[in-house]
């Protein structure tokens, strides 16, 4: 409970990512958690679970291997744990809240669900590029270049990989 109150508050954009204690058990959890929340919404956009399964499975490895090079080639990889657990919890707080919407999404076709849901991926993406912005110590036309990269080589690299197999 203590490693929350400590990760929290960068969910907001107020903690530096480099400040947090590194725990392998919390990354442990939150890397966890994000592939069972991961796997429910992918598998609730999806007919076939063990795609999902492939899919969140690419998504995760793709992750952690991105952060792995950025962090290689910015000579910060001391700082792994802490960035990877800092991004996995920010990912999960905010996957919480998308599920819900998720789920209205498949219920009904409102307007303001896709609205809500955009808002919720805009901040997502905001924590992305604060941390970025933090580890690698870039200004923000750089963190939003390399969020986008992380992004993309992530989610659309897994949906990819994903339709190989």
């Known amino acids: 409970m ?7 508050p960068l969910c907001w954009l107020k903690t530096n990512p480099l400040d947090l204690p590194k725990s392998a058990a919390f990354f442990r959890q939150n890397l966890l958690f994000s592939f069972v929340i991961e796997y429910f919404m992918q598998a609730n956009m999806s007919d076939d679970p063990l795609e999902a399964f ?3 499975g690419i998504e995760t490895v793709l992750t952690l291997l991105f952060l792995g090079f950025m962090l290689f080639l910015n000579k910060t990889l001391s700082v792994y744990l802490q960035i ?5 919890f920010c990912a999960n707080v905010i996957s919480v ?3 819900p919407v998720m789920v209205w999404l498949t219920v009904s076709e409102s307007a303001l669900s896709y609205y809500l849901l955009g808002l919720l991926f805009l901040w997502d993406f ?3 590029v604060y941390i970025f912005k933090r ?3 870039v200004n923000t036309a750089a963190g939003i270049a390399l969020a986008l990269f992380y992004f993309i080589s992530t989610y659309l690299g897994a949906f990819a990989l994903g339709q190989l197999i």
């Open 2 to 8: 203590d490693l929350i109150k400590l990760f929290l």
């Open 54 to 56: 492939f899919e969140v």
């Open 84 to 88: 990877t657990t800092a991004i996995l």
């Open 97 to 99: 809240a998308i599920v």
């Open 126 to 128: 905001a924590v992305v």
């Open 135 to 137: 580890t690698v110590i």
